[in-house]
């Protein structure tokens, strides 16, 4: 079985190497997991594309696709929940990328330090 190639991506400075490599779902994002650097906490997943990949790396800052607005943001600029960044990972199949960031303040939308703190669920007996 042979698999098709995704949508091109849009014009982007992306290295075209790391371009090349990524592995994008039909959308073109691939998911972004940030992590707090030195406890190893997840903090939130984002979505980025070319762009907001080549944004990341260039400003040291998080940028996203809002998937439902349709724009790319900075994780910070409105809130000034700041995450910069201090490394950034493709997994081993290139289809997602982990980014160790140092988060300012909270990194949910709700406000919670993480987004992954306030639905925990309880493991069934097997």
Request: with cysteine.
């Given at each position: 079985m042979t698999s098709t190639p995704g949508p091109?991506?849009?014009?982007?400075?992306?290295?075209?190497?790391i371009a090349a490599r990524l592995r994008r779902g039909a959308d073109g994002l691939v998911p972004a997991i940030a992590q707090q650097y030195d406890t190893g906490e997840v903090l939130m997943l984002g979505w980025m594309d070319d762009e907001a990949l080549h944004r990341t790396l260039t400003t040291g800052r998080c940028t996203y696709w809002s998937r439902s607005r349709?724009?790319?943001?900075?994780?910070?600029?409105?809130?000034?929940?700041?995450?910069?960044?201090?490394?950034?990972?493709?997994?081993?199949?290139?289809?997602?990328?982990?980014?160790?960031?140092?988060?300012?303040?909270?990194?949910?939308?709700?406000?919670?330090?993480?987004?992954?703190?306030a639905d925990v669920l309880t493991l069934l007996d097997s």
């Open positions: 091109t991506p849009p014009a982007s400075s992306l290295d075209p190497a349709q724009e790319y943001w900075v994780k910070g600029d409105t809130s000034g929940h700041i995450q910069r960044v201090k490394s950034v990972a493709l997994d081993c199949d290139a289809d997602t990328v982990l980014v160790k960031v140092d988060q300012t303040g909270a990194a949910c939308h709700t406000g919670d330090r993480t987004c992954f703190d």
